[in-house]
Every structure is written in structure tokens, then in C-alpha cells.
């Protein structure tokens, strides 16, 4: 039975800074974009400012030898407490090098940490499987689905202080193609583009990531906006047949509307259309914030209160329900259109 068992990058990353220090630690999967996190992570703990050079070196499985990490390893750290060895793409080494490290890690150097990084583990072999008893073995996947981005998400915002509603977020990872690498560079725009701004908002999203996506639903947003019932159903039959989820597609709907609403209730206080178009719309693109102005003048109080009731049930069928997406965003649209 495997001392350890593979955990997920997420998992590790949290309960690592409790954790006590580990002799080996093996990085691997196909996501090198989670590995250089994972790897940063381990290397800032075990590394003293101003003793990198001296305590800590990476070496590369196909330049280096397992002679040479050997050797690494047992030196003594000068001023750190562990000495640190990095020993990237273990899986291409030759079998004889991968068998010298199995051999070590099962009487690890107590002063020094060794980490592999890897493609995978085929365990099969005999190194790996000894060192699948001994070393710390950290996952690094691929998404599987927005859900997976979404947490990555709420870390990096978290960590970096940047304030993002769930809305927002929600958009951003439906926005965009399930790698991480590509997630953090759409990120890193959005960062940019808000900069300044006390938050990042929905129509900064819109407006910096995934727009041949959110796009459609802008569309389907304006036919709703201007009560166009024929319109709003062959936009909706287009994103349906690009396998957009209903989920999306109501969580975009209760955003318009919940704009929609709030214009309503500014009105009531006296306030010109002139005023909520420049000052009370800030999540709303410049641009557009006009259009909204009359989308409004298209709806009641009373039917968006109704809406909101159609956009709740629908978000309930969406995610209980063996109803087709199709079947649901169809109804929800006739309703909303025709109330």
C-alpha cells in the first residue's frame, strides 16, 4: 500500500505552509503551468534570502546525470536549513539514473529536499514504484470543466487582493478555453484593463476576455432588451448549437435584468435618465449604457419582478433536471419576450 497518495495541486497548495517539511516531493501531470506553481511554492519555503546559490540548485534530467544529483544532495546546506535539489523531467531519464534515485529516496540525506517534476508516473517501472512509497506525490491536471477553473480563480484573486464578484468570475470562466496558462494570460489582460478601478466588473470581463463567446450573448441580451421574440430564439438557437449551457445563459439574463431593475428604481427617486446613464451604471460599458436606458423603458417593475421569478426556476430545472438546455433557455426566453 502507497504511503502516499496523489493529491491534487489545490489540495496540496493549501495544506501545504502546515505541513511538515518532506524528504521528496513529485511534481507531475501535464499541466506545467500548475507544476511552475507548485514548484515556486516549495522552492520559496525551503529557500533562505541571499543562499539560493549556495543551498539550492536545478538541475535537468537530460543534461544531468543521477550521479550529479546525488552529489547535490548530500552536500551540506551552508546557511539555509535544508539544501534543496530540483530535478526537472525525471520521467526521460535513462532506467539506471531513475533506479540511483530510488535508491536514495529510500535513505534520503536528512538535511537536503529532493523534488521531481514528471509528465507522469508509470508505475510500473520499479524506480517509480519505490518512489511512489516514499515521495509526497502532487497531481498537476488539466481542467475538466469551468468548475476546475473557477477555483484556480478564487485562489489567484484571493492571493493578489483583487476584488471580483461571483458574477464576473463566473463569466471569465465560461469565457475562456479550459487551460490554465491560457486563464492566467486572460487574467493578467484583465488586470491591465481594470487597473485602477476598485473592482473588476462583469463588463470588464466582457470586454477583455472571451469575446467571440460572450458576444452571443450581448446579442441575445438586446433582442431580449428590445422585446424581439423571433430574434432572441435564432440568436439562442446559434448558442445552443455551440453547446452553450443554459447555467451561462441565466446567469448573463439575471445580470441584464438586475441592470434593468436598478434603472427602474433610480428613476422612482427623481434622478434623469442622464444622471443613471453617467453615474450609476459603472459596471456598464460607456457605450452601452444607453441602450440599457432603453431597454428599461421596455419592461415594467412588475414583469422584471416576474423575470426574475422565470430566471430563478430556470436556474433550478437547469441544474436538477434531465431537461435539454435547449428545452429550458426556449421557454425561458418565450416567457420573458412575451410577459
Given at each position: 500500500m502507497p504511503k502516499y497518495q496523489s493529491i491534487p495541486h489545490y489540495e496540496f497548495l493549501?495544506?501545504?505552509?502546515?505541513?511538515?517539511?518532506?524528504?521528496?516531493?513529485?511534481?507531475?501531470?501535464?499541466?506545467?503551468?500548475?507544476?511552475?506553481?507548485?514548484l515556486k511554492k516549495i522552492s520559496g519555503r525551503f529557500r533562505s534570502p541571499g543562499s539560493e546559490d549556495f543551498d539550492s540548485i536545478i538541475l535537468h534530467a537530460d543534461t544531468d546525470s543521477a550521479i550529479n544529483a546525488l552529489e547535490q544532495l548530500e552536500m551540506m546546506p551552508f546557511m539555509a536549513k535544508?539544501?534543496?535539489?530540483?530535478?526537472?523531467?525525471?520521467?526521460?531519464?535513462?532506467v539506471s539514473d531513475k533506479?540511483?534515485?530510488?535508491e536514495y529516496i529510500q535513505n534520503p540525506v536528512p538535511t537536503s529536499i529532493l523534488v521531481l517534476t514528471a509528465e507522469k508516473i508509470d508505475e510500473r517501472a520499479k524506480a517509480n514504484k519505490i518512489i511512489s512509497e516514499k515521495a509526497m506525490k502532487i497531481i498537476c491536471r488539466?481542467?475538466?470543466?469551468?468548475?476546475?477553473?473557477?477555483?484556480?480563480?478564487?485562489?489567484?484573486?484571493?492571493?493578489?487582493?483583487?476584488?471580483?464578484?461571483?458574477?464576473?468570475?463566473?463569466?471569465?470562466?465560461?469565457s475562456i478555453e479550459l487551460n490554465y496558462q491560457l486563464a492566467a494570460n486572460e487574467l493578467e489582460k484583465?488586470?491591465?484593463?481594470?487597473?485602477?478601478?476598485?473592482?473588476?466588473?462583469?463588463?470588464?470581463?466582457?470586454?477583455t476576455v472571451g469575446k467571440s463567446k460572450t458576444n452571443k450573448v450581448f446579442d441575445l441580451q438586446n433582442e431580449i432588451g428590445k422585446r424581439n421574440l423571433d430574434k432572441s430564439l435564432t440568436i439562442l438557437e446559434n448558442m445552443i448549437a455551440n453547446n452553450e449551457s443554459a447555467v451561462f445563459v441565466i446567469i448573463m439574463l439575471s445580470t441584464f435584468f438586475r441592470i434593468l431593475w436598478r434603472v427602474k428604481a433610480l428613476r422612482t427617486s427623481n434622478l434623469s435618465d442622464s444622471e443613471i446613464e453617467n453615474r450609476y451604471l459603472p459596471e456598464v460599458f460607456?457605450?452601452?449604457?444607453?441602450?440599457?436606458?432603453?431597454?428599461?423603458?421596455n419592461y415594467s417593475k412588475i414583469a422584471i419582478r416576474e423575470i426574475f421569478s422565470l430566471l430563478l426556476q430556470a436556474d433550478i430545472d437547469a441544474?436538477?433536471?434531465?431537461?435539454?438546455?435547449?428545452?429550458?433557455?426556449?421557454?425561458?426566453?418565450?416567457?420573458?419576450?412575451?410577459?
Open positions: 493549501r495544506k501545504f505552509p502546515d505541513q511538515k517539511p518532506q524528504s521528496v516531493y513529485y511534481i507531475f501531470g501535464p499541466e506545467d503551468y500548475l507544476k511552475d506553481i507548485v535544508f539544501r534543496l535539489v530540483i530535478l526537472k523531467n525525471f520521467d526521460i531519464m535513462k533506479m540511483l534515485i530510488a488539466s481542467p475538466y470543466n469551468s468548475v476546475d477553473v473557477l477555483r484556480w480563480l478564487n485562489v489567484e484573486t484571493r492571493e493578489r487582493k483583487i476584488l471580483m464578484d461571483n458574477d464576473s468570475k463566473e463569466l471569465f470562466t465560461r484583465l488586470i491591465i484593463y481594470a487597473k485602477g478601478k476598485e473592482s473588476i466588473t462583469i463588463e470588464d470581463v466582457k470586454e460607456y457605450k452601452f449604457r444607453k441602450d440599457y436606458i432603453i431597454f428599461a423603458n441544474k436538477s433536471l434531465n431537461l435539454k438546455d435547449e428545452i429550458i433557455l426556449e421557454v425561458l426566453v418565450y416567457k420573458i419576450c412575451k410577459i
